[in-house]
């Protein structure tokens, strides 16, 4: 591919954003990165401060959905292609609010291919032009104890969420079959690393943990989630916008399954050693089953077949070591966890913890 490209990444103030513009600014320092994000309480510009005066990087602080600013970016910038991000990707919130999640996750994602179009055809159709939409493995429902999901699993959405992501990847499809956009896609689990919001179960609970709160755990904890670093997905992003087949799809897999309540132990005694906490006042006690989430999915699991093979992607971290960084860097961060959970935050935590009744794990 070309020395000098011009990214377009929607959502790069969030978790995966912006852990992916940093791994991309790195590995490829010859490209320009445009940063479309509309900073809900989700987005955080501090997480990419310190590219604020690299001429390679520059943010517009605006919404997917708003297709005369999307016209202007397109038509401002010469985009060889698009890495689709923003999203609204919390589950419990889409369970108290959906309608936003079909706002941005649907009508935002296909104001996004309607401008990636107009522009692609006005250029030409370049056949090297992207348009990388990130989807989640949720859109595919739950497994039992047993199996794996795959490119060819058919899709049975569970939560307002996951039945919004699974609707943006059929228009993304749509755009490829019915007007030859050249789009991939990708199918990945359950993230973490840093800069991931707090809502989510390992900062939720990274942090509870240490400031001696109570650690939530749904239902009876066996729930099991498949964790990908998120350095190992920036990987098979990039892997994946070079040299992916259009109109292809690829499941992206840690290749490393957790009952929930495990992943909460693991945090419990890394917390512990860090804060020098004796047995007696292990984080443990703090663990409350309380009620479990509607629609709550049992398992997921990824087979990364195809984009192993395909690709030669792997995932090079193992899920203790790179929790124990995770813990690490939120336990050195306190700067950036003190400005993420404003107001907003505090609502969120009360909205959706206090109602749910809890029993102590022993
Ligand atoms: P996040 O919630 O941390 O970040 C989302 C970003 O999108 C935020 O910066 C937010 O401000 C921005 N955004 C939201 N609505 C917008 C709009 N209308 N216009 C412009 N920007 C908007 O999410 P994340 O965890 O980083 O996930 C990124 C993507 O990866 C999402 O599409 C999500 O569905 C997908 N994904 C995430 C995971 C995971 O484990 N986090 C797993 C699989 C797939
Ligand atoms: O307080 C909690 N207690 C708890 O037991 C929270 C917040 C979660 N959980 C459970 C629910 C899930 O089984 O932990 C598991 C992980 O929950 P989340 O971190 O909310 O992630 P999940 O619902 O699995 O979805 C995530 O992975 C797939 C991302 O949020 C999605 O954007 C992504 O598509």
Redesign the pocket.
Known sequence: MDEKRTILV??G?????SNFVRYLLGKRPGWRIIN?????Y??NPANLADFKDDERYIFVN????DAALLADIFMEQTIDAVVH??????VDRSIHGPMTFVK?NVE?TCRLLEAALKSWRQRGEPEDFRFLH????EVFGSLGPRGFFTEATPYDPSSPYSAS?AAADHFVRAWNRTYGLPVVITN????YGPY??PE?LIPLMILNAAEGKELPVYGDGNNVRDWLYVDDHCKALLLVLETGRPGRTYAVGGGSQQANIDVVRHICRMVDERLGRPEGKSSQRLIKFVADRPGHDLRYAIDSTRIRNELGWRPEHDFVSALSKTVDWYLEHSDWVDSVRSGSYRQWIATNYGKRVGKNSN
Do not use: M
């Open positions: 929607t959502g103030c969030g978790f995966i954003g479309l994000d509309a900073l809900t989700a987005g605006g919404d997917i959905c991000l923003a999203a609204e990707s919390h941005t935002g990130v989807s989640t493995d992501k990945c689990s359950n993230n991931q919001f989510k």
